[in-house]
């Protein structure tokens, strides 16, 4: 350690300390930069999913540790949630031309299900979505804009097996202002709480089972 002469000033040429234990859990395998990511846990085992700028998702699952269990890719693909259910993780998708689907992955598998639309080229732009489970049952809920419609959608979908989806309830909004960024969390079938940005505002809402709202818009 030392100090040189800057003018008036004397400017040290210490490392700078570590702030904390950085690991690289994995690298990027496409090659192209990654654009979107997001991540879900179930039984000692993380699911992450990131999209990058060539629209390939890559879905990887490590355990706790980091270590690496399994890795496989979908494309193209605009961007992804990713939420866990029973026994396995649901991975919601918006393909390049706007449309939303849903598969599934059980933990440690490179086995993705075939896409289940859950509907059709309305995604489209660079609004985000958001998806949750609903904890202790086999649902979850996923909330995405309809730019086409003009309006935001949530929806309820029931997740008994692997392949099947079952759409129990739909709830749409239509913004006063504009569409903006969309999020959801859930704290069980009684209570989940759904947000948007309109303008300028932050608009929430409280949901019940079947989508009623019971709080809101606040």
């Known amino acids: 350690t030392h100090t040189t002469e800057l003018g008036a000033k004397y400017v040290s040429t210490a490392p700078v300390a570590a702030l904390s234990y950085v690991e690289n859990l994995w690298q990027n395998p496409s090659g192209a930069a990654a654009r979107q990511f997001d991540i879900a846990y179930s039984s000692g085992i993380f699911c992450i999913v990131q999209v990058d700028d060539a629209n390939t998702l890559t879905i990887t699952q490590v355990t706790t540790d980091g270590t690496q269990l399994a890795r496989t890719q979908v494309s193209p693909i605009s961007s992804a949630r990713v939420v866990a259910?029973?026994?396995?993780?649901?991975?919601?998708?918006?393909?390049?031309?706007?449309?939303?689907?849903?598969?599934?992955?059980?933990?440690?598998?490179?086995?993705?299900?075939?896409?289940?639309?859950l509907e059709a080229t309305v995604a489209t732009g660079t609004t985000h979505f958001d998806a949750c489970a609903i904890p202790g049952t086999t649902s979850y809920l996923v909330t995405y804009p309809r730019v086409a419609a003009g309006n935001v959608r949530l929806r309820r979908y029931d997740n008994t097996n692997s392949t099947t989806h079952t759409l129990i309830a739909t709830l749409d909004v239509t913004p006063a202002t504009a569409i903006g960024d969309l999020a959801v969390a859930s704290a069980g079938t009684a209570t989940s709480v759904w947000a948007m940005t309109d303008g300028n505002a932050l608009i929430m809402r409280t949901v019940d089972a079947a989508l009623a709202v019971s709080v809101g818009p606040t």
């Open 85 to 117: 259910t029973t026994a396995r993780f649901v991975i919601i998708t918006r393909s390049t031309a706007g449309t939303m689907a849903a598969r599934c992955i059980t933990p440690s598998s490179t086995t993705v299900t075939a896409a289940t639309t």
